[in-house]
């Protein structure tokens, strides 16, 4: 027995004292090493982790079959039995990416995002200092492949679609009136400030069945929930000034704020001289506000409205008689408001509700005008045209609700209902025109996971319109394959209805909806860093409106192209960071008074994009040029050469030169006083270029013009200030 | 008898051996922390923060090498520039939750705000709003557990000292918490194996805000 004791006792030392010495080299599956694959004998203190060269080595007492663990970071944990004895260990090996984290396919990433989200495009702040912008949000988006540059008009003209194909949502519910009203030819801006939204997500096609009345695009814009921090904030420039302030509550579950901005370009039409005689100066006068709190179960309610007032009036010569002038005169309002509610119910459903109203009223007059300024007798009965009194009223409500259940894994099922009223009024000159419609929809949507790097979405709407009496089902589908680690191929499919315009259905109420159905092939890299996307797409129009002979439903077309966009932030160039598009489309369509198969107005075939930004952190400045290039857009002049004919006659036709834009803006951060400066100024058209945007004619057609900007170039200095109440830093003052 | 001296020697022998167990635990700790002193390089934290995860991972019902492992991979992220911060930034967050569910510590809380710092720096300006106020949130809590943490304030008054004087940073700003850190540090006398890191460092931050 005492023997036997001992005998343990000296094998045990001998045991304890024996080092032995486990080393290797760890590579890829393309022979790499791999470096920080840290190696441990399983439950023991023992291990290494590989340095730049693969290789580990590191000493151990423990004796007999042993579990060595390999890791890395999105490679497969790799555990080796090894027998140590009494002779050192060599062991090399090979660790094989993990498929779990790096072949998981996205449904999301079918649309363009700007946000905080990691398959963003752009964030909030690439609205602000993408170099043309000036802070609007669909200026930004014309960076985007897929968009034309129209620098006749503003709003998203995609993939071969009008501008009016392209509808934006606030929290789910359309906006029927983005934009401020203009004048023909004077682009002008969005109403929603980019810093209203957290989320702004742009598909040029194929987007999700929770959306419909938009043949071509949807941009969905998501508020912002509640604010970090109280808030004041101060705008001043030449051209506007606003004010505005944001209250938060101490636990951060309550918050209301309102913001008041008053925008004259008399100043700066002083000393930028604009062609057009601006009698009146564009003037705008804007107020919003909101309040968001937290319900008790996680949810969030919020609301936002806003009311605006804008004015113009300018006078451009008459293209038919030189000696006369076109007096335009433009006074418009607009009420927004949108109330949503989002809560997490039990068993993982979620409800998504929102109420919207909004109300758009325009009152317009056209004269026709001799050379000092005073009202021209109508001679002729096409002169009406160019001498009128339009008062339009386009009024919106709006409800719509969502469930959503997460089911196992990352499946999930959507479905709901929505309502829209419109009654829209139009007075134009002697006639009166009224629109009442009742448009209700209903649509279920479902995200499947076949398998780990497959995905289906699949969805369905079904949308009935009472004005036009008609039904109609839209089905979508879009199937997603991760094929390799950051690469993913998606193929989508839709089908699409929109109305048609209210103006055209004042005339003919019979007119059925309009339908596009798309056809869409993306790929996608995401890098670290970068992003690759490449798209092609076939694009089939039907039931377009024809507007001669008769008011009809006979339209056609079709779009198709290929979209790339390349994203670099800060990978390949140090500190810069830069995205490149190019598109090209071929579309032509048959619609309005089109006599056949015409390329319109508004497609470009070759569309590129330059947006490069830079920011100097040792001076805390940013700056960013932008260049846009657009190849020439056709133009044509439709002439009805006789009352009774069938079709109109193409009696010119063209196409315009190269369009160039090259825009730059600069940042500056900076304290003022207690508060948080931003000092932004940019320059449009630095080439100086003079870009046309197409050709208008006299209605004899014996005059031609070309459609120019107001003036070549735009100039824009602003100064933003806020004063935010930091509680962040309470408990640590209270300490000190 | 034979057996209850069997059973005697038996207990004696797994005392010790547990004992042997603490002590080997000490030893490890206390030779890795001693790495740590002189470690400077990315690569070497790295190294580090596989002890200290090979430690706590044997160990299961310690915070403190879970700790050093957060801390160190933190110490990695902020070193190698080529480094992916997402995944660092995580990985410190999942050290520190582990670290939280053997005991939840005000020391622990500097590393979770390490874990978000990391990730904020990926875009400091888009993800200001986020990720900056979780970190704070971090050390707010921090302090409600021990309003007389140094490393703490010392973070925070670091924090400040790099954030742009337009958004509320600065060395005015910074330099009455950098003082509160280091006058905390002059008296702050830690157990054995616990975090004692940052009284050097934080003198020299308070030094640039002169």
Redesign the interface.
Known sequence: MRYLFVGILILMATLSNAQITISGKIINGKKKPLTGVSVTLNDTYDGATTDTKGAYRFTTTEKGEQKLVLALNGYDTLVIVVNIQNQNISLDTLLKPNKESQNEVVIISRSFKAGAGKNAVMTSQDIYTTGGANGDISQALRNLPGTQQLGEREGLAVRGGDVYETKQFIDGSMIAHPYFSSATNVPSRTRYPPNLFKDVAFSTGGYSALYGQALSSALVLETIDIPEKSEANASITPLFWGGGLQKVNKKKTFSWGMDYSYTNVGLYFKLVKQVPDFFKMPQYHSVDGNFRFKTKNGGIVKYYGTFDYNQMGLRRQSIDTLALKNAFDLKGTNVYQNLSWKEPLSNNWKLNAVLSFSNNHNNINQQLQDSSNNPYPITHTYWDTLNFALRNNDLFAQGKVVLEKKLLGQNALRFGAEYWYNKYELDYNQYNYKLRDNYISGFAEADIYLARALALQAGIRYENSSLLGKSDFAPRASLSYKFAPKNQLTASYGLFYQKAENLYLIRNQQLGMTQASHYILTYIYQGQKTMLRLEGYYKDYKDLVKTWPDYTNKGNGYAKGIDLYWRDNNQTIKNIDYWVTYSYIDSKRNYLNFPNSMQPNFVANHTFNLVVKKYFSSISTGISPTFNFASGRPYYNLLLTNRNAQNYDVTDQGKTKQYQMLNISAYHLMKIGKGFGVLYASMSNVLNRDNVFGYQYSVTGMNKAPILPTAKRFYFIALFISWGVDRSQDTINGNL | MKKFILSLMLLAGITTWANAQSD?YVA?MQKNLALFDSTKTA?DF??L???F???A??EKNQWLPYYYAGLCEALYGFQDPKA?KD?IGA?VLDLAAKADAIQKTDETRVIAYMGYIIQLMV?P???Y??YG?NA??E??EG??IN?NNPRL?FM?GQGLLNT?????G?KAVAK??LE?AVALFATDKPQPLYPNWGKDKATEALEKCK
Not at chain 2, 164 to 168: H, I, K, L, M, S
Request: charged share 35%.
């Open positions: 080997k490890a690569q790295l190294n923060e596989g002890n995860e090979r430690i991972n044997a992916d995944a990985k875009d300006q888009g993800r709003m986020t106020a704070a949130k050390l707010e302090l409600k309003p304030y925070k742009p004087e337009f958004v509320g600065g009455p918490i509160k």
